[in-house]
């Protein structure tokens, strides 16, 4: 079908409380789809599932009832998220290193080729614009540089 996310009829219910009554749906019957190449703003109110819904999304919990797929592919499956890239809201990186070790590490997980990575790594640095930095340790940076760090992990490496 060749979309690049798809989720139908989610639902997503979180555990029991105390006294063994099921809580509320966290996400009620969910469905969208969007296109390789669309921009899509996935917004709402405090406590309507947004993030829920990107934990399913990312394999970091599963659904209660519903399709979930990445590029054609159930999101339970971690081959799913070799063609994604994520940035989450905190950059959460190992900031002893350099940005340079920080994206090599990333691209062996990705399993890029030993002779690929230095190019891979170089345009995509040049591309966040911080080719300067690239002997500092991450902790060094400021909040913004370290967000595009973060920008450059997410989407130097995923395999589309
Ligand atoms: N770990 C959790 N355990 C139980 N309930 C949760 C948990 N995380 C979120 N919720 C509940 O799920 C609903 C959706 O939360 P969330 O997905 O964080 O919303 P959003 O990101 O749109 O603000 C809220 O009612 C929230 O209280
Ligand atoms: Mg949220």
Redesign the pocket.
């Known amino acids: 079908m060749n979309l690049a996310i798809e989720i139908r009829k989610l639902c997503?219910t979180?555990?029991r409380h105390g006294r063994g009554q099921l809580?509320?749906?966290?996400?009620n019957n969910l469905t969208l789809v969007v296109r390789p190449g669309e921009v899509f703003g996935f917004l709402?109110?405090?406590?309507?599932?947004?993030?829920?819904?990107?934990?399913v999304l990312l394999g970091f919990m599963p659904a209660t009832e519903g399709i979930v797929r990445l590029f054609d592919v159930d999101a339970r499956h971690s081959v799913a998220r070799q063609r994604i890239g994520y940035l989450p809201e905190m950059t959460y990186c190992c900031k002893f290193m350099t940005e340079e070790e920080l994206l090599c590490f990333y691209a062996r997980i990705f399993r890029i080729p030993r002779a690929e990575r230095s190019r891979r790594i170089a345009g995509v640095l040049t591309l966040v614009g911080l080719e300067q930095a690239g002997w500092r340790q991450i902790k060094t940076y400021s909040k913004g540089m370290q967000q595009r760090i973060g920008l450059a992990q997410a989407q130097s490496f995923s395999t589309c």
Request: proline share 10%; net charge positive; hydrophobic share 25%.
């Open positions: 997503v979180y555990g809580n509320q749906p966290a996400v709402g109110p405090n406590g309507v599932g947004k993030t829920t819904s990107m934990n």
